[in-house]
């Protein structure tokens, strides 16, 4: 059993900066998998970034490609998501996801095992 927390999400300005946390508890964190996604209102949800047990590569979105930086620090069983650049297009309930026991990348929603309960980011204008 894995349970995701985020938090850093929040009210800003188009042009501003947020940095996402997802603490995840029990261990092995470095054997999961993990993703960042998003939900706007009236929309499906979708994929952000992925990063690998290990970390040793990621994988964006293209909408979110040179803004987003997925990273993670196993030591502190935490996934960020650093968001740059940040326009009202990016305004969503962004969830963590963790796939256990893999050291790959996924950008399918349904290959991830445990999901956040997400936090919100608003983008105005």
């Known amino acids: 059993q894995v349970q995701l927390v985020e938090s850093g999400g929040g009210l800003v300005q188009a042009g501003a900066s947020l940095r996402l946390s997802c603490a995840a508890s029990?261990?092995?964190?470095?054997?999961?998998?993990m993703g960042w996604f998003r939900q706007a209102p009236g929309k499906e949800r979708e994929f952000v970034a992925a990063?690998?047990?290990?970390?040793?590569?990621?994988y964006y979105a293209d909408s979110v490609k040179g803004r987003f930086t997925i990273s993670r620090d196993n030591a502190k069983s935490t996934v960020y998501l650093e968001m740059n650049s940040l326009k009202p297009g990016d305004t969503a309930v962004y969830y963590c996801?963790?796939?256990?026991?893999?050291?790959?990348?996924?950008?399918?929603?349904?290959?991830?095992?445990?999901w956040g309960q997400g936090t919100q980011v608003t983008v105005s204008s």
């Open positions: 996801a963790a796939k256990l026991y893999s050291d790959g990348y996924y950008s399918n929603d349904r290959a991830y095992d445990y």
């Open positions: 029990g261990r092995t964190f470095s054997g999961h998998a």
């Open positions: 990063i690998p047990g290990l970390g040793s590569y990621t």
